[in-house]
């Protein structure tokens, strides 16, 4: 698969086969490639959870909040949730301002799914999850800030990159089969050309 393929499959994927399960020894590979990833100043302000057994994915699952855009669809369907998650936590004994963080966080994030899609799982970012309820339900104590959610599994679901249609909208949409269509600016739109 080249570099190109690796990313293009990168989807957010919204729904697993439940059969496939993920241990705490392939998380932590993909937490090995994390660790290593570009750092502001080099201060590493970030920890991982990782949660792998069904009864706790359930409740992590809980407090997530998928495909906002599509709220008629209740997504993930039942049997087909995420089979682990990786907690992506602010250390602020280490790091204080969150500010600062997020672009590690936003490195850390797309590497551990880049390792994920090689290993033929795929996964989410959530940032849309119940903060104060996950902190309860993991026990994280004070330092430790949640400031972004993974969810992994091996998909199924299919899903397709388009064209940003003429009305500009780049909302996320499904066909009566299901399959989403993702709408990605062309490579003319997004590269700025300065006036001659
Ligand atoms: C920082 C960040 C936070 C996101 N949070 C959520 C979320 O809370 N729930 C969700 O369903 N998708 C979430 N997404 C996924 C986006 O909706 C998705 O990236 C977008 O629809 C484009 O699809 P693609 O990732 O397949 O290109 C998030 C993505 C990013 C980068």
Known sequence: MTFYELVKRNRSYRGFDQQRRISREELEELVDCARITPSAANRQ??????????AETAGVQS??????????RHLPDPGKEAA????????TEWVQNAASCQIDVGIAAQTLLLAAV??????LMIGNFNREGLTE???????????LV???????????????????STKYY????DIHYVPKRGLKDVIWEREP
Do not use: C, M, N
Request: charged share 30%; no cysteine.
């Open 63 to 72: 407090l997530t909040k998928w495909a906002a855009a599509l709220p008629e």
């Open 118 to 123: 090689e290993k033929g799982l795929g996964g």
């Open 84 to 91: 682990a998650f990786i907690v992506i936590l602010q250390e």
């Open 150 to 168: 993974i969810a992994l599994g091996k998909p199924a679901e299919k899903i397709e990159l388009t064209e940003v249609p003429s009305d500009g």
């Open 174 to 177: 499904r066909d009566e089969q």
């Open 137 to 147: 339900l993991r026990g994280y104590p004070e330092h430790l800030v949640p400031q």
């Open 45 to 54: 302000p970030l920890r991982y959870d990782l949660v792998w057994e069904p």
